[in-house]
């Protein structure tokens, strides 16, 4: 648990960190939000996550300009607080406090929340796992390419995936595959990679970038399109990407085992490509 929360330009105990009945992301989910992975008590990526944050507030019309350098104090000022070495810093922007009306009012104040928490990565080392994930109905609303609280669907998706012991559920439209409840997909198929393109019917994750650009410097191939539930299941390894996941195998889908059940070597590879430009 974080001890210090940035709220609204201060530093206050986890316990004292409040928001007002009225904020409209507590009402409305009208928030969003960004969580940067750190490891070694170093921030990740986090011209990435600040550039997708940039997105989601321009997208939704906050009334918000990032300022980068300032974010990135708070960021480390967190770290340092909460003696942060493994673990996340999750971000959250409201659009600010009005008496409830579904349509927003110009130039609300935003609410901005920072607070961490330590976390164990799943590493490409003795210990690296690979997981079950779930198929379920891709019911969320028609822009998860920004970064929203709105998480209603992805909520009931990660609990179904809970409840049957899966680490994932992969979200299925119709008879393709778009990403998962908290991660972006990926399959290969005859040593190809494929993964869904970055369109509005997903999230752009950082991670996702980050692996491309390892995947072209390694000269294996990479094909962004869309791809259905049938390759999934005769895929011949299956991984899964995000900030808190980083490169995690995914060696069962429903009930079919991928790869005989293990972790293929190109997501070992490519964990293990990840972890070193990490470090
Ligand atoms: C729906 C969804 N897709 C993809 C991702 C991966 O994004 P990132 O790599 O930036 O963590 C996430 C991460 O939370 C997510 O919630």
Known sequence: MSKYVYLNNQYVNYKDAKIHIEDRGFQFSDSVYEVIKVINGKLLDIEFHLSRLKYST????????????????????LVKKNQLKNGII?????????????AYKKNLKPNIIVYTAK??????????KGYKAITYPDIRWGRPDIKTTSLLANILAATEASKHGAYETI????????????????????????????????LKGV????????INSLNLKLIEREFSIKEL??????????????????????????????????????????YKAII
């Open 207 to 214: 991670t996702r970038t980050v692996l491309k650009k390892i």
């Open 233 to 274: 299941m005769k895929a011949e390894e299956v991984f899964i990407t995000s900030s808190g996941s980083l490169v995690t195998p995914i060696t069962q889908v429903d009930k079919i085992k991928i790869n005989k059940g293990e972790i293929g070597a190109i997501t070992k590879s490519l964990a293990l490509n990840l």
């Open 119 to 128: 976390k164990k990565f799943n590493l490409p080392d003795k210990n690296y």
């Open 90 to 102: 999750y971000l959250q922007i409201t659009r600010g406090i009005q008496p409830r009306e579904h």
């Open 171 to 202: 979200l299925v439209k119709g008879k393709k595959v778009t990403e998962a409840a908290h991660s972006n997909v990926w399959i290969v198929r005859s040593k190809k990679i494929i993964t869904h393109p970055a369109n509005k019917e997903i």
């Open 58 to 77: 321009i997208e939704l019309n906050f009334n918000f300009k990032i300022n980068k350098p300032s974010l990135k104090n708070i960021f480390l000022s």
